[in-house]
């Protein structure tokens, strides 16, 4: 379903899935929809979606079985698409952030790792698309990971085991750890708090492009949508 903001208008897309993912993305130019699913065949995949048709292309599909494609997402240009793979051999299990030229098919390794593969999460692309913030290779450990978006040294995150979001300037990640919310400056710098109640947040939180608000889902009973203001100190927000 696309709904028109400003009109309220629906319009029902018919795509030939039969099961869509949480990970469902705009393209940059807003003509497309990057989605995971599988298809009238059962076959699991990442797939496109043209807003205007409800035509479907598959953009990589899961081979061989259990190797596959998690938590897909844009370059900022949409011409490529950055994605979680986690492949196994074996007792062997490899946990890799890829790059994929939509066009082309040609893929670069951005960063690898072997352990146990945490199962779940997505990828956050900064707004600059400069960077990429994502949870490693392991459930366990309490750490992110932030990598260039054309690969180099894997920078860390202690104790913070679950990415949301960045702010509009790309320079701090917005992370969880419990019923806490900070942003965390890429540069390396302490921890900001924000303020207020955060119980029954789940995964997608998105900030206002005046880094001033954000709105997130929450797991209550019910169904609401939350837009929270005045996240900072006024000496902090003012900066």
């Known amino acids: ?3 028109e903001v400003e009109t309220g208008k629906e319009r029902e897309l018919n795509v030939a899935l039969t099961r869509i993912g949480n990970a469902t993305r ?11 699913g599988k298809d009238e065949k059962n076959r699991p995949g990442v797939f496109l979606v043209d807003v205007g048709s409800g035509s479907l292309t ?8 259990g190797n596959f494609c998690a938590g897909p997402e844009w370059s900022a240009d949409g011409a490529d698409i950055f994605c979680q793979r986690r492949e ?10 890829v790059r994929r030229h939509i066009a082309t098919g040609k893929e670069a390794v951005l960063f690898q790792s072997t352990g146990a593969p945490c199962g779940g999460g997505f990828l956050f692309r900064s707004p600059d698309g400069k960077w990429l913030v994502f949870r490693p290779e392991d459930c ?8 260039s978006t054309q690969g ?4 860390e995150i202690k104790d913070f085991p679950m990415p949301l979001s960045w702010t509009p300037d790309s320079r701090y990640v917005i992370a969880q750890r ?6 965390i400056p890429l540069d ?30 929450m797991q209550q009973p019910g169904s609401e949508i939350w837009a929270v203001e005045n996240l900072f100190p006024k000496t902090i927000a003012a900066r």
Request: proline fraction near 8%; avoid cysteine; hydrophobic fraction near 35%.
């Open 188 to 217: 390396g710098g302490a921890p900001q708090k924000w303020e207020g109640s955060w119980e029954g947040l789940q995964w997608f939180l998105r900030v206002h492009p005046d880094g001033k608000r954000v709105v997130y889902r």
């Open 1 to 3: 379903m696309i709904r």
């Open 178 to 183: 419990g019923k806490e919310v900070s942003r």
């Open 88 to 97: 196994s051999s074996g007792d062997a299990r490899t946990y890799s952030i």
């Open 58 to 65: 598959p953009v990589l599909m899961q081979q061989p079985p």
């Open 26 to 36: 705009w393209r940059p130019d807003g003509q497309a929809l990057l989605v995971s």
């Open 140 to 147: 366990v450990s309490r750490r992110l990971g932030v990598v």
């Open 152 to 155: 180099g040294e894997l920078r």
